[in-house]
């Protein structure tokens, strides 16, 4: 079982978000929160697996909630909730720790299943934000830095073809076809990426990429 706490200022958000995750057999909902400073209490009493946490909220937004609560001991997983594709709020709360990031209106079986992979330790990044996210993180591209290219070097040339992909922000299914690969090859790919990287989200290699200047 899965323990859940919601974090939003809008009552209507929360009310939904329970509708489409509260009848989910292995997802319980423990708490909600109607903003951050609200929620750093719930959150030492009920100590959830995942927080659904809205980057935009009175009194404390989601980037202080994000780094006060990655800097507990054993803290929760974090899905930021968004109404907006990407901007420098996504983008910070990627660097403070989030483990994932979905847009609200997110269709409810891939909401349901981006909280099942989050409590796995799985990074979620809904395809629209990826883009976003990873453009603005590649973006004005410097000189390639040599530490990069060593990093990647230890890639093998199809694991640097779908890292490449990743980069330009592209889905597993896009990159499937792109690369005349199944869907599973590509995720069995990034797997070996993460781990031969270091990291474990699709953001982070594409910054590896773009400073290794292969965009």
């Given amino acids: 079982m899965t323990r859940l706490v919601i974090v939003d200022d809008d009552a209507m958000v929360r009310t939904g978000l329970r509708l489409i995750l509260g009848g989910e057999p292995d997802l319980d909902i423990v708490g909600e929160a109607e903003d951050g400073l609200r929620a750093m209490d719930v959150i030492r009493d009920l100590r959830p697996d995942v927080v659904l946490l809205d980057i935009r909220m009175p009194n404390q937004d989601g980037l202080v909630t994000t780094e006060l609560l990655r800097a507990r001991p054993s803290p929760p997983r974090i899905l930021v909730l968004t109404t ?15 483990d994932g990031f979905l847009l609200k209106d997110t269709p409810p079986p891939r909401m349901i299943e981006a909280v099942r ?45 779908v890292a490449v992909e990743v980069a330009h922000g592209r889905s597993n299914a896009e990159i499937a076809e792109r690369l005349y690969m199944s869907v599973a090859t590509v995720k069995a790919n990034i797997t070996r990426i993460f781990a031969k990287l270091g990291t474990d989200n699709r953001v982070r290699v594409a910054m590896k990429v773009r400073d290794a200047g292969l965009l």
Wanted: glycine share 8%; no cysteine.
């Fill in 117 to 161: 992979a989050v409590a796995k330790g799985e990074p979620v990044l809904s395809p629209s934000v990826a883009r976003q996210v990873i453009a603005a993180a590649t973006g004005g591209s410097g000189p390639a830095l040599p530490q990069a290219r060593e990093e990647l070097a230890r890639l093998t040339e199809r694991e640097l073809e």
């Fill in 84 to 98: 907006f594709d990407a901007d420098d709020m996504v983008l910070r709360a990627l660097r403070l720790g989030a």
